[in-house]
């Protein structure tokens, strides 16, 4: 007899996303659904209209084009059904969490930056928005302010201090 041993977070990780977050995911699956979905269908039947299927490359386009869109709402859908908004008033700023801003020293060179640790869908470099899963953030997680932080980047390991951290 064979028993396999699954962790419940295998079967299911949570997405943390704030508000605004999780209503641009839930817009991107609307306009997938509403808009993007319906004008492939239409598409391909234009290009079914036009006679042979077999040597008429607009409807294998529009095919390919319907099965990436269908696997892209299925993959939203799927992030979608995991996802939880997270009151930010009800987190404490004692340790570094999702959601919560971190003002970092770089030691070596005396610079200074903030990131917002955020869910990987709504993660944005430009507006200092980083993932919890990219290698700043997974460092980051569960420190605490003074703690210093060594973080694996592609050129070697990067030192940086934490300097404040808030909501």
Not at 53 to 74: F, R, V, W
Not at 88 to 110: F, H, I, Y
């Amino acid at each position: 007899m064979w028993v396999s041993f699954v962790l419940l977070e295998d079967i299911m990780s949570v997405n943390y996303y704030t508000e605004e977050g999780f209503q641009k995911l839930k817009e991107e699956i609307d306009h997938l659904k509403t808009v993007e979905r319906p004008s492939i269908s239409a598409q391909i039947a234009e290009a079914r209209d036009k006679g042979d299927l077999s040597e008429n490359a607009e409807y294998d386009a529009a095919k390919e084009a319907q099965g990436m869109l269908e696997m892209k709402i299925a993959k939203l859908d799927d992030i979608m059904s995991t996802a939880r908004v997270v009151d930010e008033t009800l987190l404490d700023d004692s340790q570094v969490r999702v959601l919560c801003t971190v003002s970092l020293k770089n030691p070596a060179n005396g610079m200074a930056f903030k990131y917002t640790l955020v869910a990987e869908q709504e993660a944005d470099v430009k507006n200092a928005k980083i993932s919890v899963t990219s290698p700043i953030g997974k460092g980051l997680l569960g420190k605490k302010v003074g703690d210093m932080v060594d973080i694996q980047v592609p050129n070697g390991t990067m030192q940086l201090e934490v300097t404040g951290i808030s909501r």
